[in-house]
């Protein structure tokens, strides 16, 4: 037995921990050797991905680098990978960056939760679709969609299908003060749907989202703009509520560009959007409310007697119906 006068550091015994014993390093690989790619579905932690957006390429698929912890990663992300991007069978990327996003949809499960949940990243342009007839259109839903466009920085674009079964002028009505693009499709006895160029070219060459109740022709619409899709239909239930048949976001390439088919959703949440947020997407108001009190919601008298979007009607800088149709969708933000 050793004296223990006689013991140093180099005779301690240490057990190392069940992760080694190498201290962590805060030094993290560069990677610069990473390929972009476009991220166009999610499933249970693996990111299918576009290498460069190109739907050419076989597309990637691709688990979360550790060093990104919980980063959320969703479709329209724009990603850096690493490993193995030949996209043949049982391989695996990994994602290690994700870049900055220019828009973001985001939605809660209602106006009370502050949760927010992205549906797609980085899209132009957001298609609310909704049936002019079964189901019976909802403006609330649509309003909601709306605001929520406005503050992700999305362009909104109202599609309404199912124009067969009845005038969709009267509903097209509530939105054209303001200026909102809008598309008509129906169905036709033979071949494609009715206005389906028409909704072509608001796809040509963006990132688009598709958003809107379940039963309202979302997939039917992506089916025909591109076939290989084959997205499952659901056919309305008696109670006029669409079943879902879009269980996650997917992004599909066509001709023009990418479309995202979104889940069918029965409530658009908007607990993470003031009234400032949705003006200030309309350019020529933006200046105008800072004029307006502290904690203005921008709905007039009496609610607000002193705002300043008010003063230019008076003033003839802005139309009373565009402003008339502005304060309904806030309506639709302030009531939940």
């Not at 003063?311 to 502005?326: H, I, P, T």
């Amino acid at each position: 037995m050793p004296r223990h006068d006689r013991l140093d550091e180099s005779d301690v015994r240490i057990r190392p921990g069940r992760r080694g014993s190498r201290p962590r390093s805060k030094r993290r690989p560069a990677h610069a050797d990473a390929s972009r790619a476009m991220v166009t579905a999610v499933d249970r932690g693996r990111w299918t991905c576009a290498p460069d957006s190109d739907p050419q390429r076989p597309p990637v698929v691709a688990m979360r680098a550790r060093e990104l912890g919980r980063t959320p990663v969703v479709v329209g992300d724009l990603v850096d990978l690493v490993g193995d991007l030949s996209g043949e069978p049982d391989t695996l990327a990994r994602i290690v960056r994700v870049a900055g996003r220019d828009t973001v949809l985001r939605r809660t499960a209602d106006d009370n939760d502050p949760y927010e949940r992205v549906v797609v990243a980085n899209a132009q342009r957001l298609i609310v679709v909704t049936a002019v007839a079964d189901p019976q259109p909802r403006t609330g839903f649509v309003d909601r969609c709306l605001v929520a466009a406005y503050a992700g920085g999305l362009e909104p674009v109202l599609c309404l299908t199912k124009s067969d079964l009845t005038d969709p002028e009267p509903f097209a009505a509530q939105y054209r003060e303001l200026g909102v693009p809008l598309v008509v499709t129906g169905r036709s006895v033979d071949g494609p749907p009715a206005g389906l160029e028409d909704l072509r070219s608001v796809l040509a060459g963006r990132l688009c989202a598709l958003v809107g109740h379940s039963g309202v022709g979302k997939s039917t619409l992506v089916n025909a703009i591109v076939p290989a899709a084959d997205q499952a239909i659901g056919r309305v239930s008696g109670v006029g509520k669409g079943r879902h048949t879009t269980t996650a976001a997917l992004a599909f390439p066509h001709a023009e560009g990418w479309v995202v088919d979104t889940p069918g959703i029965r409530s658009f949440g908007l607990a993470h959007v003031g009234p400032d947020d949705v003006v200030a997407a309309f350019g020529d108001l933006a200046t105008a409310i800072e004029d307006c009190p502290r904690g203005c919601g921008h709905l007039g008298p009496p609610a607000d007697p002193e705002c300043a979007l008010d003063d230019l009607v008076a003033a003839g800088s802005l139309g009373g119906g565009r402003l008339e149709a502005l304060r309904r969708i806030l309506v639709a933000l302030h009531q939940g």
